[in-house]
């Protein structure tokens, strides 16, 4: 009965041990509970709220932080499932330890801190902090890893790029600090002080606190504005090419696993096979 609750639970709380790999049930409950931490935490910070909406505030926080302490009792107790060498202690201590058990227990213990400190700066700070709780959600999706593996193939093409963007703010900075410095010292005076308007037109943010009024100045905002709207767009090209290719290889190394799961059964499984057939249909051509 033990065994069939730790497995039962590791299951539904740990990303890919369900057999299909989507999130469970009860992973989609902790979901929306984080959701609702963090809205919880955002809203205490309103001032205009009255008194008791803020006593109420922090009782649901309280509670969200029991919700968060018991799931992450439950997920050392069903961590002794995971593969690895070793006992089940040592594998619940090597979750522990790991980066994921790490962020549940920072979670916890700020969500219950208001139980052990009643200083009202204190508190403010700690449910600053709840925000943090969405940091829980890098363990329910892959295509956070997905897309961190993408910008990682690609960190060479996006630091040519970047480099690229610092070469025209600092092109741009220079041309307006040599047309629109002697007129507007307080603002173009110095390249450096150019530099805040240039990296926020380049940007396409263009506050528009701080403007250029010669001719020249003016064509040189245009231009620079111009190229904002280009460089914007490599970047964005280069993380979503890439995040295309990395769901290509998740797809066929699912195809891959499905085919070989049935060769080892030494069975047909006619479900089971219209979804490899659909994936494959998905999947587009080869590179």
Partial sequence: ?????????????????HPDGRLTVLNRLVIVTILLAVAAAALSTERSIPED???????????F????????????????EEPGTGGPWARRWRFIRSPLGLIDLFV???ALAPLVTADAAVLRTFRLLRVF????????????????????????????????????????????YLV?????????????????????????????????????GKFFA??????GIAFVAMPTGIIVAAFSDAMQRRRDHLIEDMRKHLQDLEIEDEKIEAKIAALERGRGPRR
Avoid: N
């Avoid at 009965?1 to 539904?12: A, D, Y």
């Avoid at 909406?53 to 509670?63: N, T």
């Avoid at 245009?222 to 190229?227: F, H, I, N």
């Fill in 53 to 63: 909406g803020h006593r109420a505030l922090v009782i649901a926080e309280l509670v």
């Fill in 65 to 80: 932080g029991v919700i968060f302490l018991i799931e992450y009792c439950a997920r050392i107790y069903a961590a002794a």
């Fill in 222 to 227: 245009a231009g620079l504005a111009m190229t």
């Fill in 180 to 216: 629109e410095g002697p007129i507007q010292p307080e603002a173009f005076g110095s390249i450096p002080r150019a530099l805040y308007w240039a990296t926020i037109t380049l940007t396409t943010v263009g506050y528009g606190d701080v403007t250029p009024i010669t001719p020249l």
């Fill in 108 to 110: 916890v213990l700020v």
């Fill in 133 to 176: 709780a969405v940091a829980k959600f890098g363990r329910f999706s892959y295509a956070v890893s997905e897309l961190w593996a993408a910008i990682v193939d690609r960190v060479d093409d996006l630091i040519i790029t970047a480099a690229v963007a610092f070469v025209l703010v600092l092109f741009g900075a220079t041309a307006l």
């Fill in 1 to 17: 009965m033990t065994g069939g609750l730790r497995s039962f639970l590791h299951e539904q709380l740990f990303v890919g041990a």
